[in-house]
């Protein structure tokens, strides 16, 4: 009964989770007698009750109001750049559009631009990480988010539902449990030194049987000095656990475990491991090994799979790249799977049974230093590391009231007021009244903390309260950048009232660009979702005439990380956006250039590589094979998707949705099978439905034949394609005879081509500006959680047009966002 009670208390400390009432514009009138006839005369027939091209309805639109603002900007940009109504429909009048535009800005600045939205799954996760001061993957039983314009920071998309409320009450009930005030440790710490011994390390860990942990396979070798040997395993060898815990009945609760650990290899030439860290069902890390480093988990028992013999815990050493060792022959002892590029993974060949001792065998091993393990992990809090001084706790109002503001002041990343501070001591009273411990209540009470508005949205940066808002600024600049709440140094500015300084701004965003966690926790999640990079990559052995839909996992990753290096090289170096499009440079490992036919490149990092002139790919983007790979469909690199994935990202003029009784276009099925691409585009087109995109598209998607499946350059190509089974994987086959690609097409200005090399360059002449103005779009939506509107667009052209005669320098453009009113909330 306790626990049902104090969930009731717990949802009464809740906010109302209930959405506003639209607000509405100021000048009604206009609407009725300007905009709304102009929209009945010259748009209802393509978006209204009858027909809604692009899934746009605008006759049930009433005045400006918030909710259709994405709407009335897209009304706006169409109309400014006299883009709609199409050329071959009746025109508005000059005088038409202005009356409209002018009613539009007004209504926009009268609305004002402030907005706030809730975290998102990764900031959620980070944000609880950073409160508890627990390393565990929060994020990882939180349903994925909804997507605005493919971006998971939009707030239209982040609102909040009876079930993902749910959701997160489970998460918040876990997080809060894996912490202590007052209580015991529930577990000892089992801990083994390895570095001092001589012979076999496996004794060392008997006394682990007695606390319930199955050993199972641990290290047999150990170098004197250095620590036990961790044998390295090749790609598709099985892992093997170290060893297992028995949970606890309940298999609820936190296991922690640490690793002190370093690599270790006889030969010169050898390189670092890739060690592999799963516990359960999960593997929680991948990382190469090139010193010595502690690594430190934690692990919720009810996210993961626990086996017959309990969580089993495996430490995995592996060479992932293809190597030789000076004095040793190579032998390609790959399977067909384990191929990262066809070329096969070499290794040494060498007799075990001859070569007993690690010092004969050319491999690396990973050095085991140290062991930690709590298997009943309970944290005290505020953990040592904040080094925050509290005075003695002790089961009394006054360290519960400590306690509690610290934790709301983080949980809030800010300090928070004295109302706020008043509803949850007041709640912590009531559950101590209740009967519930100096820990239990507090946790409860935390809890109710991690639900409340406070925690689980940003703040708005417009905020009336001056001290919530210059924190706003420091959550959202500090969220893009890094990932996680602002740190000390931000939150020190923000108190001070000294961080919307522009000096100071562009010093602090500086600062966390360059920041390590920048790189996974703002260039990859916006690279991936700017340029659609989840989609699958198509690898194909041609030797062996199939394409493998499991992918070969050493070129997928590095065909990906050439596009992810690539982008964030042009960011670090402050390089001019034309870079994106063209250049004579990328980034390239030893798989890549092999793929490329590159030679003289060794080791598996990526690093600039300046381009051959006769490599007629050239630099940029679009010439990346992960790009073209993954904008293949059923096998052949697909005009549409190139076409219609360069209007969106390159182009700034994203196509109309597809109308819904349109089908797919299948080139497999019945004659079209006998086609070549450009006779079935040509027959697509035929259709009235498929030609408003098709003809703008399909020119553009010519452009990038020379480019086959896996995204390597290519002369020529079959006269048409079919598809076929070959050992359960899908084959795709040339038919008839080849000929010379045909790149000839046209941009949507009417600017012809005849390679893709002239392309590139028209691209580069004329629609560089679009492209920009694309990007810094996204830039806007990621930074702000919405569509950039009226206002922001002008704010966007002043910062295009401030940079114009630098080459618009990619670095320069986003700090610029940071500035901005829409980012500042002025």
């Not at 040793?328 to 590029?341: G, T, V, W």
């Not at 983007?621 to 969106?648: E, F, K, P």
Request: charged fraction near 30%; charge should be neutral; proline fraction near 6%.
């Amino acid at each position: 009964m306790r626990k049902a009670k104090s969930i009731v208390l717990l949802l009464t400390a809740l906010p109302v989770l209930a959405a506003s009432a639209a607000e509405t514009g100021i000048d009604g009138k206009t609407f009725k007698e300007v905009v709304k006839p102009m929209l009945d005369k010259y748009c209802i027939s393509c978006h209204g009750p009858d027909k809604q091209k692009a899934r746009l309805r605008y006759d049930q639109m009433d005045g400006f109001r918030t909710s259709d603002r994405h709407l009335w900007t897209a009304i706006h940009e169409q109309l400014s750049e006299e883009e709609m109504p199409p050329e071959d429909e009746p025109q508005p009048a000059s005088a038409e559009r202005k009356k409209v535009l002018a009613w539009l800005e007004k209504e926009q600045r009268a609305l004002g631009a402030g907005s706030t939205r809730r975290l998102n799954r990764r900031e959620f996760g980070a944000a609880l990480q950073d409160v508890t001061g627990l390393s565990v993957d929060f994020a990882y039983t939180i349903p994925g988010d909804s997507k605005v314009d493919g971006f998971d920071t939009g707030a239209e998309a982040l609102q909040d539902a009876a079930d993902s409320v749910s959701q997160l009450m489970e998460v918040t009930r876990r997080a809060v449990e894996g912490i202590r005030f007052l209580e015991p440790a529930p577990s000892d710490i089992l801990k083994v030194d390895l570095v001092n011994v001589e012979k076999d390390p496996h004794k060392l860990f008997d006394p682990w049987k007695e606390a319930g942990i199955n050993l199972e396979k641990l290290p047999r070798i150990a170098k004197p000095g250095l620590g036990a040997l961790v044998e390295p395993k090749w790609p598709k060898d099985r892992s093997s656990n170290l060893f297992s815990i028995s949970p606890p009945p309940d298999e609820q609760g936190l296991v922690r475990v640490k690793f002190s650990i370093a690599s270790y290899s006889a030969f010169p030439g050898v390189p670092d491991p890739i060690l592999w860290v799963k516990i359960g069902s999960r593997v929680l890390d991948r990382q190469e090994i090139t010193g010595p480093m502690d690594l430190e988990y934690q692990v919720q028992l009810e996210d993961t799979i626990i086996g017959k013999k309990g969580l089993g815990i495996a430490l995995t050493p592996r060479v992932e790249i293809a190597y030789g060792v000076k004095g040793f022959a190579n032998e390609d002892r790959s399977k067909p799977q384990d191929l990262p590029d066809g070329a096969g993974l070499f290794r040494p060949v060498w007799d075990k049974k001859k070569l007993r001792t690690p010092e004969q065998q050319p491999r690396p091993f990973v050095v085991l230093k140290q062991v930690e393990l709590e298997p009943r992990y309970v944290a005290a809090w505020p953990p040592a590391r904040w080094n925050v001084d509290l005075g003695e706790i002790g089961d009394n109002p006054e360290s519960a009231e400590k306690l509690l503001t610290l934790w709301m002041d983080r949980a809030y990343r800010r300090p928070a007021t004295a109302i706020e501070r008043k509803r949850f001591s007041t709640f912590y009273k009531r559950l101590r009244g209740d009967g519930m411990t100096f820990d239990q209540a507090l946790r409860s009470t935390f809890q109710s903390v991690l639900m409340s508005s406070p925690f689980r949205y940003l703040d708005s940066t417009a905020h009336e309260d001056k001290v919530i808002a210059e924190h706003a600024v420091a959550s959202r600049l500090s969220f893009m950048l890094v990932g996680a709440p602002p740190d000390a140094e931000l939150r020190k500015l923000a108190i001070s009232g000294k961080l919307r300084r522009p000096e100071v701004l562009k010093t602090q965003a500086d600062r966390l660009l360059k920041d390590v966690r920048s790189d996974r926790a703002f260039l990859r999640p916006f690279v991936t979702q700017w340029l659609e990079m989840e989609q699958p990559i198509t690898l194909v052995d041609d030797r062996r005439g199939k394409a493998s839909y499991h992918f070969r996992r050493f070129l997928q990753d590095s065909m990906r990380e050439e596009t992810y290096t690539y982008v964030g090289r042009i960011l670090s170096d402050n390089r001019p956006a034309r870079e994106l499009i063209t250049s004579d440079w990328t980034m390239m490992n030893n798989t890549l250039a092999r793929h490329y036919g590159y030679e003289g490149i060794e080791g598996g990092h990526l690093r600039k590589v300046k381009l051959r002139k006769d490599d007629k790919r050239g630099g940029g983007i679009m010439s990346h094979a992960g790009i073209q790979s993954m904008l293949c469909w059923m096998g052949d690199n697909w005009v549409i998707y190139r076409g219609a994935w360069t209007a969106r990202h390159i182009l700034d003029d994203p196509p109309q949705l597809p109308p819904l009784e349109v089908p797919e276009l299948d080139p497999t099925a019945g004659d079209n099978k006998y086609l070549t691409a450009r006779e079935l585009m040509a027959q697509h087109r035929e259709d009235r439905n498929c030609s408003v995109c098709h003809t703008k598209l399909d020119p553009i998607g010519f452009a990038f034949q020379n480019f086959d499946i896996s995204g390597r350059w290519r002369d020529v190509e079959y006269e048409s394609y079919i598809v076929d089974e070959l050992d359960s994987n899908i084959a795709w086959r040339g038919k008839g005879k080849t000929r010379a690609v045909d790149t000839a097409g046209e941009l949507p200005g009417g600017e012809g081509f005849r390679s893709y090399d002239e392309f590139k360059k028209v691209v580069v002449k004329d629609y560089q500006k679009d492209m920009v103005q694309g990007l810094m779009k996204k830039f806007m939506l990621y930074a702000t959680g919405r569509k950039p509107d009226i206002d922001d667009m002008a704010e966007i052209e002043r910062i295009m047009e401030t940079n114009a005669a630098k080459g618009y320098p990619l670095r320069e453009m986003l700090l610029a966002i940071f500035q901005t009113e829409a980012f500042l909330g002025h």
